[in-house]
């Protein structure tokens, strides 16, 4: 599957002279959080371009995973595009987040990100190693400190590429030895699988 393997950029779609960015498409659990975090990182001129699908208001493992295969169905992915889910542990079953794993080891493009308890500790972790930050409340508040803004909407200042580095750092310290699918211990994260494949300057369009 995707998940921990770099890729060599050279296969990047062409037409003419224009260089097209890789399409990382992402079917997530969170409606706001997580789709505008990944918008963020459109902006910051990644290599590629990150694409979340819309979905209704309701939230479950097997939701997001419905949701990414009616996109599949309808949305033919090129050489060199990749699938992936993002989902939080939250209070999700062993069974349900075991269903998102056998799909992304379906294929070599598919990956799943996982955070324990919440999207909101990968967050944390660009500005603190979060030690103690292991329940949703406690991870918000401290998130909270950073951001200076209370509520979902996220502020574009705070996540830009040193903290991302420092982030994937700190998140890559907490998960050793590297588990297998997901982090089962709180707190913990495999999103910088996703976020550490890519280069984060694109390359310069001709």
Request: charged share 25%; with cysteine; net charge positive.
């Amino acid at each position: 599957m995707a998940a921990g393997k770099r890729r060599n950029f050279s296969n990047q779609r062409r037409m003419g002279t224009r260089r097209y960015k890789q399409l990382i498409v992402i079917a997530c659990e969170g409606r706001v959080t997580e789709a505008e975090y990944f918008k963020m990182l459109n902006a910051q001129q990644f290599a590629v371009h990150f694409k979340c699908i819309p979905r209704d208001h309701k939230s479950s493992p097997g939701k997001v995973l419905r949701a990414m295969e009616t996109y599949l169905k309808q949305n033919e992915l090129r050489p060199g595009d990749e699938a992936w889910l993002v989902v939080d542990t939250d209070s999700w079953s062993e069974a349900s987040l075991q269903q998102l794993w056998n799909w992304a080891c379906k294929k070599e493009n598919y990956g799943l990100a996982v955070s324990n308890p919440k999207f909101e500790f990968w967050l944390l972790l660009h500005f603190e190693p979060g030690h103690g930050a292991s329940t949703a409340s406690s991870i918000e508040q401290r998130l909270n400190k950073y951001s200076g803004v209370p509520g979902k909407h996220l502020e574009k200042s705070l996540y830009m590429e040193a903290n991302i580095h420092k982030a994937i750092q700190r998140a890559k310290s907490k998960d050793h030895p590297p588990c297998k699918d997901w982090p089962r211990n709180a707190p913990g994260t495999t999103v910088y699988h996703l976020v550490e494949r890519f280069p984060l300057r694109a390359e310069t369009v001709s």
